[in-house]
Nanobody, 123 residues
């Protein structure tokens, strides 16, 4: 059973940056695809990006070029560096994981989830 704990959310002005962290425990971190999703009020949970390794990452078009996902297998932690933030990036951000190499962008295909961390971008 994998446990995920996010941290790093907060309030930032438009154009600013934040870095989210997701610490994992209870599994072999390097064997899991790690992902970030987000959910804004009244909207469905949406894919932000995922990583299998440092050279295999995927991003939603809405964040490509602004957000960067990375992972440190030695620390069992993944990161989401968010730059050039926009008010529409405001959401609860969730860390997710699933065993093996996954290219799915569907939240239903990820078995393990963190509790979420709020990111609010003011205009």
């Amino acid at each position: 059973q994998v446990q995920l704990v996010e941290s790093g959310g907060g309030l930032v002005q438009a154009g600013g940056s934040l870095r989210l962290s997701c610490a994992a425990s209870g599994g072999t971190f390097s064997s899991h695809t790690m992902a970030w999703f987000r959910q804004a009020p009244g909207k469905e949970r949406e894919f932000v990006g995922s990583t299998w390794s440092s050279t295999v990452t995927y991003y939603a078009d809405s964040v490509k070029g602004r957000f960067t996902i990375s992972r440190d297998n030695a620390k069992s932690t993944q990161y989401l560096q968010m730059n050039s933030l926009k008010p529409e990036d405001t959401a609860v951000y969730y860390c997710a994981a699933d065993l093996g190499f996954k290219t799915s962008r569907n939240a239903g295909n990820f078995h393990y989830w963190g509790q979420g961390t709020q990111v609010t971008v003011s205009s």
